[in-house]
């Protein structure tokens, strides 16, 4: 498929984009909150479910590099419709996470001035200051990927000052006082005992997705080829080295019992500045952190922004949407019809949002909502891997040596653990105070998104066979 956007992320870009992607710091809390046994946990989420992401990914964007990435990859075995739902539960999933992850960096913002963390919990600033955002954000990826790189490349960086700020004041902590957390050999050891840890380690697994992300973007990447599985390689340690240090310095800073999922950052820096250097060492360092935070998240926005756009970009070149979805800017190049209408989705959805009750238990709900949806994608991912493990591959693009049992297998674990993740995250956890709510929430959103995807789909196709039989 030709879509002429121009190419403009190198190596370190996509290495970038994929950070951004796929840390997401907002929910280190949550995890780093059942104690040193994340570890492992972390490590074990790598390798059941990063790694084979990873590997589906190398070897379905060699064969098949062009933009769209995961809906070219499902169209391409299944068929139009399941490449439709593919993309559809893709691009619908990131209408939940925006307002999530919106929500966390609006939160940040009232850390950032001493004397308004107040605001962290009001509904009016946090929606106020997210469609503010969304609207930035739209207006940097308009003017295309050349000038939004810098800014995902600004925000991957923002992590790793995150985890050195992080890491060093656990270390003084450390030091001076000692740890927060009992460190002995027993807490580091998972248990995996009862419902509660499945749940736990489908969240940990959630935390991990998103290496497919810059396939989304094949054509504008420079020998994507070449380029992605590298960058995936980088990405990956990087990124799962990042999470479990910054697990463990916030278990360092403070105990277990005292990180949210809103808070958990702020939290442990403010007390362990605190304790360090007083009252007004305390408020600087937040106000640092806060910020970093911030503009951290906003590249996340950005980012998913900028990759699940292309999807109803390449649909409709497809004619399953309105052609105006296929349509580039004429002087950026930009898919800009499909990122004005995601954009626009996305503030709707936040101003609803607001109006579901208190901030934390809203932030809850659609966390698991987003699981939910977007795990459905990664089903298909495994399965197209597994049904086209056997297309050829382009001569000049070195391959992963691997057989063809070792592709079913990769295939095959990505899709349990995708799938149990899938299912667990349809059950409430601890922090929701109404399961019945919470059910009607998740499930009644979940077959209601399901349902409009394959009507759109029928309508779409309708629409084609119309425009095709008459020319």
């Known amino acids: ?6 190419p403009a992320l190198f190596h ?3 290495v970038g984009f994929t950070i951004v992607a796929v840390v997401a710091i907002r929910l280190v809390p949550v995890a780093a909150a059942s104690g ?14 990063f790694a084979p992401v990873s590997i589906a990914t190398v070897i379905l964007s060699r064969k098949m590099p062009s933009a769209g990435g995961i809906y070219v990859w499902s169209k391409a075995a299944f068929g139009d419709l399941h490449g439709f739902i593919t993309a559809w539960t893709y691009w619908t999933s990131s209408l939940v996470f925006f307002p999530s992850v919106l929500i966390f960096t609006s939160s940040q913002a009232a850390f950032i001035v001493p004397g308004y963390e107040h605001l962290a919990e009001n509904q009016s600033f946090l929606t106020g200051t997210s469609i503010v955002s969304v609207i930035v954000i739209l207006m940097l990826n308009l003017v295309g990927m050349r000038v939004a790189t810098w800014f995902h490349n600004i925000s991957a960086a923002t992590k790793f000052v995150i985890l050195t700020v992080v890491v060093g004041l ?27 840890d499945l749940l736990f380690f489908s969240s940990v697994v959630y935390m ?49 019992g005292e990180l949210s999922g809103l808070k958990g ?15 007004q060492f305390g408020l600087l360092a937040t106000s640092f952190i806060s910020t970093l935070l911030f503009v951290g998240h906003l590249g996340t926005v950005s980012v998913w922004l900028a990759a699940t756009a292309r999807l109803p970009f390449v649909i409709g070149l497809d004619r399953y949407l309105p052609a105006a979805f296929g349509r580039l800017h004429p002087r950026f190049a930009s898919p800009y019809v499909a990122l004005i209408t995601l ?20 932030y809850h709900m659609l966390i698991s909502l987003e699981i939910a949806i977007y795990f459905i994608p990664y089903l298909y991912l495994f399965a197209a891997l597994f049904k086209l493990q056997t297309k050829h591959v382009p001569a000049e693009a070195s391959q992963i040596r691997l057989k063809r049992y070792g592709t079913y297998a990769v295939a095959v674990t990505g899709f349990v653990v995708t799938g149990t993740s899938l299912v667990l995250a349809l059950i409430p956890g601890e922090n929701i105070e109404s399961p019945a709510r919470f059910y009607g929430m998740v499930l009644g959103s ?14 779409g196709r309708r629409t084609r066979k119309q425009e095709i039989a008459a020319l």
């Not at 040193?36 to 479910?49: G, I, K």
């Not at 973007?217 to 380029?227: A, C, F, K, S, Y």
């Not at 820096?269 to 605190?274: E, L």
């Not at 979940?446 to 309508?459: D, E, I, P, Q």
């Open 446 to 459: 979940l077959a209601l998104n399901l349902t409009t995807g394959v009507g759109l789909y029928f309508w």
């Open 208 to 256: 991990l997705s998103g290496a497919e992300c810059a396939s989304q973007l094949g054509d504008e990447v420079h020998e994507p080829r070449l380029t992605i599985p590298r960058a995936l390689f980088h990405s990956g340690m990087l990124i799962t080295t990042l999470y479990i240090l910054a697990s463990l310095a916030l278990l360092v800073a403070v105990s277990p």
């Open 36 to 49: 040193p046994s994340v570890t492992l946990v972390w490590l074990l989420a790598a390798l059941a479910f």
């Open 12 to 14: 370190r870009d996509v």
């Open 265 to 279: 950052f702020a939290t442990a820096v403010s007390t362990s500045a605190r304790r360090l250097g007083g009252d």
């Open 1 to 6: 498929m030709t879509t002429a956007v121009r």
């Open 170 to 196: 656990a270390a003084v902590c450390w030091k001076t006082f000692g740890p927060a957390t009992d460190f002995r050999a027993a807490a580091w050891v998972p248990s995996f005992s009862g419902i509660k």
């Open 343 to 362: 954009a626009f989705a996305t503030i709707i959805l936040v101003i609803l949002s607001s109006l579901g009750g208190a901030a934390e238990q809203v």
